[in-house]
């Protein structure tokens, strides 16, 4: 059986699967892996500690600034307090698409 994607298209743009990982030495997105459920995640790294919501700040400055988005465009609609999070972004579903695979496979 094949993973599910890290992305996937919804109505008004893109939904987007992550691992994040706070307090790492540096702040980038780090490939794909396999999650518990068989779906791929994108694993990101951030340097900031996971308090007050700052390493979820540290998290949507990177995407938006890697996919040259707004980050008004960038929720966070599950995983507020976990490392597992899902990230919708607003805007042309298929345009998103193509910007976040290329990043996986930098």
């Not at 976990?82 to 193509?98: C, F, I, N, P, T």
């Amino acid at each position: 059986m094949d993973a599910k994607p890290f992305v996937e298209g919804v109505p008004d743009g893109v939904r987007v699967y992550l691992r994040v990982t706070p307090r790492a030495s540096r702040t980038a997105i780090q490939g794909l892996m396999e999650g518990p459920e068989g779906r791929q995640l994108l694993k990101v790294a951030v340097t900031t500690v996971p308090e007050d919501g700052k390493a979820n700040e540290a998290v949507l400055k990177l995407l938006s600034k890697t996919w040259r988005v707004p980050k008004s465009s960038l929720t966070i609609v599950a995983g507020q307090t976990d490392r597992s999070k899902v990230v919708e972004v607003a805007g042309e579903a298929e345009a998103l698409l193509a910007v976040v695979r290329a990043t996986a496979r930098d």
